[in-house]
């Protein structure tokens, strides 16, 4: 039971990787900002300009999952450098590690007994074994605290034009607390949820364009 609970998790981890080559982060444009102050409306385009230049990025934590009367966590390590990702899990005191690797155009899961799955589409493997569905083009930047290019969301920033709240594809995903990284604020507490499914990240470890914060 637990390596299939961690192979569940990795196919959720193989999904949020497979966003690694989506729209640049330039074309993000502000969407549901209505009533926001301009000081604020300038501190959230210098955000997102100081993360269009990080095209690499690593981080570890916890990652947590409920769907129903169903729930997982394990510890993550997932590294990316632009197209490619590498994402490790463990289970409880470092047991059942599952690897996952790949691009865009492919993704390769290896389990703690060595089977691999392997699929072109990180969306279609994800529905085909666990039935869950996850917007995969958003996920690439609600990680990193922007919404997804091009579709309608609705926003909620702090005062220093951070997000607290992103509803989107009908997720609403919640920012708890940030943590300075290279000069700018990463997220160090995510709870995304719909009606169906919560998934909550935390992480420890920030590593971005060379540099890392503990």
């Known amino acids: 039971m637990l390596i299939l609970s ?3 998790f990795s196919l959720l981890i193989l999904l949020f990787s497979g966003l690694t080559a989506c729209l640049p982060l330039s074309f993000i444009k502000p969407v549901s900002t209505l009533g926001i ?12 300009l100081s ?34 990702y590498e994402v490790e899990i463990y289970g409880p005191l470092g047991s059942s590690r ?12 290896t389990t703690a007994n060595g089977h ?18 996850i917007p995969v083009s958003g996920l690439r930047y609600w990680l990193l605290a922007l919404p997804q290019p091009h579709q309608p969301a609705q926003q909620l920033f702090d005062d ?8 989107q594809s ?13 000069g700018i604020d990463m997220p160090q507490k995510i709870r ?12 420890k470890n920030w590593r971005i364009a060379g540099q890392a914060t503990l």
Not at 116 to 133: F, M
Not at 160 to 167: K, V
Request: aromatic letters at 10%; one cysteine or more.
């Open 6 to 8: 961690l192979c569940r």
């Open 98 to 109: 599952v690897a996952v690797q790949g691009s865009q155009s492919h993704a390769e899961l």
């Open 37 to 48: 102050s301009q000081t604020r409306m300038t501190d959230w385009y210098e955000r997102r």
């Open 160 to 167: 220093t034009g951070r997000l607290l709240e992103l509803s």
């Open 192 to 203: 995304m949820q719909t009606d169906k499914l919560t998934v909550k990240l935390v992480f």
């Open 170 to 182: 009908g997720w609403k995903i919640r920012y708890q607390s940030y943590k300075p990284v290279s």
């Open 116 to 133: 691999k799955l392997v699929e072109a589409d990180a969306q279609r493997l994800l529905e085909q074994h666990t039935g869950w569905s």
């Open 51 to 84: 993360l269009e230049q990080f095209p690499s990025w690593q981080f570890s934590g916890r990652i947590a999952m409920q769907a129903g009367n169903d729930a997982w966590s394990a510890t993550i390590s997932w590294r990316q450098s632009d197209g490619r």
